[in-house]
């Protein structure tokens, strides 16, 4: 509704609902009823402006339950042909026909249809022109889906008791270090950790130095202890050897030899002793002939009978194939990486 009227002092154009007119008729009524109606027009438009609602509110339409009928009627409800022949739950466990109309051509709503489609054709809560089911989609087999209508008695469960503690509470511990007393976010160690300054660019490389030195030192150690292990490995065969030859025991013959023979007897055993010697030198020749010398990339190595490659300590190092060295290990290949830049 849309009232518009003019004064030499104020002009309205404004839209008014129809309980606001109502209104304010009323208002003019009772006002027309007490002083009669005023018969001038600028005058009437001013008891018009004055009667009209100030600060008015629509009264509030009253609430229409969605419901149509209660439970009770909804259960004593006769089969309707037109509506969905699928059973519905009330509130209360009690049963009713679904109020949705059915699909053309078929016995159900789209709803209950859907349903149906996914369940080999059964419903939830059954049909309401078929015996009342026990559970939902007569699965017989699953507690879980028994329906609680209102005259069924539902067996609950007992709850699991509590185990009784001893009365004694542990005391809160640190998630981070296990001790009690403070929590993960307070821990000490914690805050050493995020409280350390960070190390600088040159103290990682002066740590990353003496790790390696101390780790080349270490390998140094270890290859002394070998060599002299082999020294004295070697110096032991030496020794068999000799006394197995019989050198080793000039001091320990205790014949006594009359003093005119005593010289004579010396000659002798210097003799013996000089044979052995040469005898051993003669072998240690004959072993150095089937020993050769190679140069390996301006590197001498000493070679055997049998192509392995020795160096200067006579430690095998790799395998001559005729035109290169196979190393034993990446170690060896580094010490003759080094011993060639030293050329």
């Known amino acids: 509704m849309l009232l518009t009227y003019s004064m030499s002092s104020l002009e309205m154009h ?16 009772d006002s027309w009823q007490s002083g009669g109606f005023p018969e001038d027009h600028d005058e009437l438009c001013k008891v018009c402006a004055d009667l009209k609602p100030q600060d008015f509110k629509a009264p509030r339409k009253p609430r229409v339950s969605k419901g149509s009928s209660s439970v009770s009627d909804r259960c004593d409800a006769e089969y309707d042909d037109s509506k969905c022949d699928a059973a519905v739950w009330l509130k209360g466990g009690f049963r009713a026909q679904c109020s949705c109309k059915k699909v053309d051509g078929q016995f159900l709503c789209k709803r209950h249809q859907t349903e149906a489609d996914k369940h080999d054709g059964k419903v939830k809560n059954g049909f309401i022109n078929a015996e ?27 709850k699991k008791e509590k185990k009784s503690s001893s009365g004694v509470k542990k005391p809160r511990c640190c998630g981070n270090c296990g001790q009690p007393g403070h929590t993960k976010t307070k821990c000490p160690m914690l805050t050493n950790k995020t409280n350390a300054t960070p190390l600088s660019a040159a103290q990682l490389r002066e740590m990353l130095a003496a790790a390696e030195s101390a780790e080349k030192a270490q390998e140094q150690e270890q290859e002394q202890e070998q060599e ?77 009978d049998e192509n392995v490659v020795f160096d200067d300590e006579c430690d095998a190092i790799g395998t001559w194939d005729g035109s290169e060295i196979t190393f034993n290990s990446k170690k060896d290949q580094k010490i003759h990486d080094a011993a060639k830049k030293m050329l």
Not at 255 to 276: A, C, F, N, V, Y
């Open 132 to 158: 009342r089911p026990t559970h939902h989609y007569d699965d017989i087999d699953n507690e879980k889906a028994l329906i609680p209508w209102h005259d069924v008695v539902v067996e609950k469960k007992p």
């Open 228 to 304: 002299q292990e082999q020294e004295q490995e070697q110096e032991q065969e030496q020794e068999q050897d000799l006394e197995g030859a019989g050198v080793g025991d000039l001091d320990t013959d205790t014949t006594l030899i009359p003093d005119s023979s005593l010289k004579d007897h010396r000659e002798s055993q210097l003799e013996k002793t000089m044979s052995l010697i040469s005898n051993v030198d003669e072998q240690d020749a004959t072993d150095d002939d089937s020993v050769g010398e190679i140069d390996f990339e301006g590197v001498k190595y000493t070679i055997d």
């Open 14 to 29: 404004a839209k008014i609902s129809v309980a606001e007119a109502i209104q304010w008729l009323e208002n003019a009524r």
